[in-house]
């Protein structure tokens, strides 16, 4: 099952505003990522994230690992109607079997 | 470039019938998944296979579910018989190494069972 737990687990914002959400797990990761998923899609990675402590960017996006290596942050900035959709963070560990895990996703609704 | 490729995007079936589900990676990509996606729900992995091996099919429920890729390329994922709770979309991925996460979808192919 879900080893992962994000929040909020829905999200209704306004054009513009900033949005944050995050992700927590009781084991220890090794890469964490983060993935959108459109209706009717696949998920598409958004950001990698391979270092305890580490902040990426991509665009308007900002994701963090954690320093503990238990949890994950995304942040957008500005929101576009385009951003809407379902937000996973996923974890893989490197010890054992190197299973990429997911979250239950975060549904980011965009009032114009 | 190519993207992974799945067939059929639908398929509505009733209980205890067969289906099959058939994935085209992306080219060069070695590793290959198999993923439930329930509805709002993450993907979890069914089968993962590194070329033609199946590496990790702990979580393939194997009284009814199989899977092959035999030529370490396309793979077919099967479910005999349906059952209603089968209901969900199946989505394959792929990726050049199986170490870091980054992985490829297709669009998935959405199962309704009657």
């Known amino acids: 099952g879900q080893q992962l737990n994000q929040s909020p687990q829905s999200m209704f914002i306004q054009e513009g505003e900033d949005v944050s959400m995050n992700c927590t797990s009781s084991?220890?990761?090794?890469?964490w990522l983060w993935y959108k998923q459109d209706p009717g899609e696949g998920p598409v990675l958004l950001i990698a994230?391979?270092?305890?402590?580490e902040l990426t960017s991509n665009g308007r996006l900002t994701a963090q690992f954690g320093i503990t290596r238990k949890d994950s942050f995304l942040n957008i900035s500005a929101s576009i109607p385009s951003d809407v959709g379902i937000y996973f963070c996923?974890?893989?560990?490197?010890?054992?079997?190197?299973?990429?895990?997911f979250g239950q996703g975060t549904r980011l609704t965009i009032n114009p | 470039e190519a993207g992974v490729v799945q067939s059929p995007r639908y398929k509505i079936i009733e209980k205890k019938q067969p289906v099959a589900f058939w994935c085209n990676p992306i080219?060069?990509?070695?590793?290959l998944y198999w993923y439930l996606q329930n509805l709002g729900q993450g993907p979890e992995l069914l089968i993962r296979?590194?070329?033609?091996?199946?590496?990790?099919d702990s979580q393939l429920p194997k009284d009814r579910f199989s899977a092959e890729r035999l030529k370490g390329v396309d793979s077919t994922l099967k479910i005999q018989p349906a059952e209603l709770g089968d209901s969900a979309v199946y989505l394959c991925?792929?990726?050049?190494?199986?170490?870091?996460?980054?992985?490829?979808f297709g669009e998935g192919s959405r199962l309704t069972v009657l």
């Open positions: 080219s060069g990509h070695n590793t």
């Open positions: 996923a974890g893989q560990k490197i010890q054992g079997a190197q299973k990429l895990v």
């Open positions: 084991s220890i990761f090794n890469t």
């Open positions: 994230l391979y270092k305890a402590g």
């Open positions: 296979y590194e070329n033609e091996e199946a590496v990790d």
């Open positions: 991925a792929s990726s050049q190494t199986s170490s870091f996460g980054e992985l490829f």
